[in-house]
C-alpha cells in the first residue's frame, strides 16, 4: 500500500453499520487494481473506530483519518485528500448509496480522457432519496448549471474522480464538494461525465438536512460563479530553454 495508483476517499459521521458492508464492496470492485482506501471519520460518536480497527488489523488497505469533532463533508473530503498517496482520487459518500462499481470506472474514465480532462463526475438516475429531496436537488441543480454553466447535471453526486494534485489546488470552501465540476472548469480543464444509479440507504438517516444545504448553497453558488468571473484567462505554461 506504499505507492497506490488510486486513493478511494469515503466521507463519513456514524455510519459504523453501513460501513460494514460498504468497505467489502469497495474491496470487491477494486480487485487487481492498485489502491487505498481513505475514510474520514468526521467525528463520529458511534462503532465506527472499532469498525475500521479490525479491518485495518485484518490487513485491508484502509487508512482511518479522524477529526475530533464534526467539521463536515467538505472538511471530511479535503482531509482525505491532502492524506491521499494514489496520483488519482475518487470520492464516494459514507452512507451506502453509492454504489462502488462505479469506482473503476470512474478511474477509467478519468484517466482515458487525456490529460485535458480534470474530473470524471457521476451523474444519478433513478434518484432513492426522499420526493422532497429530490425536488429540492432538481432546483437547485438546474439553478447552479443555469449559473455557473459547468455542463453537469447532478454535481452533487458522491462519486467523482480527480487527479490528486488538481484536487489540492482547488479553492477550497465549506460546500465546495457540491461544486468540483465548476472549480475544475475555473483551473482550464474539462469535464466528462459517468452515469450512476443511486440505492438507498440501508441503515440510519443522513447528517445533512434540505435547509442546511438550500440556504448555504445561495452564498455558495454566488461565491464559485464570483470566482470563475474573477479568472477569466487559463494560460498554459511552459518553461523555455535558452541554454
Known amino acids: 500500500m ?120 457521476g451523474q444519478r438516475l433513478k434518484r432513492t432519496d426522499t420526493k422532497l429531496k429530490q425536488f429540492a436537488s432538481k432546483y437547485a441543480n438546474k439553478l447552479r448549471s443555469a449559473i455557473l454553466k459547468d455542463n453537469t447535471r447532478d454535481s452533487g453526486c458522491g462519486l467523482k474522480a480527480l487527479h490528486t494534485q488538481l484536487f489540492r489546488e482547488l479553492p477550497f470552501f465549506d460546500g465546495w464538494h457540491r461544486y468540483l465540476p465548476a472549480l475544475v472548469i475555473r483551473e482550464g480543464y474539462g469535464v466528462v461525465h459517468v452515469d450512476v444509479l443511486d440505492r438507498e440507504r440501508r441503515h440510519g438517516k443522513s447528517n445533512y438536512g434540505i435547509l442546511d444545504r438550500g440556504l448555504r448553497g445561495i452564498l455558495d453558488l454566488y461565491g464559485v460563479w464570483w470566482l470563475r468571473k474573477r479568472r477569466k484567462t487559463v494560460p498554459t505554461i511552459t518553461e523555455i530553454s535558452h541554454g
Open 2 to 121: 506504499s505507492n497506490p495508483a488510486i486513493t478511494i476517499v469515503i466521507p463519513c459521521r456514524n455510519e459504523a453499520a453501513n460501513l460494514a458492508f460498504l468497505l467489502d464492496e469497495v474491496d470487491a470492485a477494486m480487485e487487481g487494481r492498485s489502491y487505498e482506501v481513505i475514510v474520514v471519520d468526521d467525528g463520529s460518536t458511534d462503532l465506527t473506530g472499532e469498525a475500521l480497527g479490525e479491518r485495518i488489523r485484518a490487513g485491508k488497505p484502509l487508512r482511518h483519518i479522524r477529526h475530533d469533532k464534526s467539521a463536515g463533508q467538505s472538511a471530511a473530503v479535503r482531509s482525505g485528500v491532502f492524506a491521499a498517496r494514489g496520483k488519482v482520487v475518487v470520492t464516494m459518500d459514507g452512507d451506502g448509496q453509492n454504489n462502488p462499481a462505479y469506482l473503476p470506472r470512474l478511474a477509467d474514465a478519468l484517466l482515458q480522457a487525456g490529460p485535458a480532462i480534470g474530473i470524471a463526475a
